[in-house]
């Protein structure tokens, strides 16, 4: 029972190890690609984008109405109830002139 020690045998041994240079050949090529494409894609356009205004803190807000209808027909206005449908309708006129009211007085339609 012999053992050889390197050498003298018939076939070489196969190499195992990756061989890197065509790996650093590919990554140094695309670093140059990378550095001649980063200042053409730092050239800015200029626009001119709309400013944005803030709202008008003076604004009124309106609070929403909380109208519920009971099975029976009978109507409750802000969590009161609304004994006939003339007061019901007086509600609904009187809400519907301030909001005309405010939004007439908020915007500013053209006259021709």
């Given at each position: 029972?012999?053992?050889?020690?390197g050498?003298?045998?018939?076939?070489?041994?196969?190499?195992?190890?990756?061989?890197?240079?065509?790996?650093?050949?590919?990554?140094?090529?695309?670093?140059?690609?990378?550095?001649?494409?980063?200042?053409?894609?730092?050239?800015?356009?200029?626009l001119?984008?709309?400013?944005?205004?803030?709202?008008?803190?003076?604004?009124?807000?309106?609070?929403?109405?909380?109208?519920?209808?009971?099975?029976?027909?009978?109507?409750?206005?802000?969590?009161?109830?609304?004994?006939?449908?003339?007061?019901?309708?007086?509600?609904?006129?009187?809400?519907?002139?301030?909001a005309?009211?405010?939004?007439?007085?908020?915007?500013?339609?053209?006259?021709?």
């Open positions: 029972m012999a053992m050889t020690l050498g003298g045998g018939s076939e070489p041994e196969v190499m195992v190890d990756i061989n890197t240079t065509p790996l650093i050949d590919v990554l140094l090529v695309l670093l140059i690609m990378l550095i001649i494409t980063i200042p053409v894609q730092m050239h800015a356009v200029k001119d984008m709309p400013v944005n205004t803030p709202a008008d803190p003076t604004a009124v807000v309106l609070k929403p109405i909380d109208l519920f209808i009971d099975f029976d027909g009978t109507v409750y206005w802000d969590g009161g109830k609304i004994d006939s449908r003339d007061s019901f309708e007086q509600l609904l006129q009187s809400k519907a002139a301030r005309w009211k405010i939004s007439a007085s908020s915007t500013s339609v053209p006259t021709s």
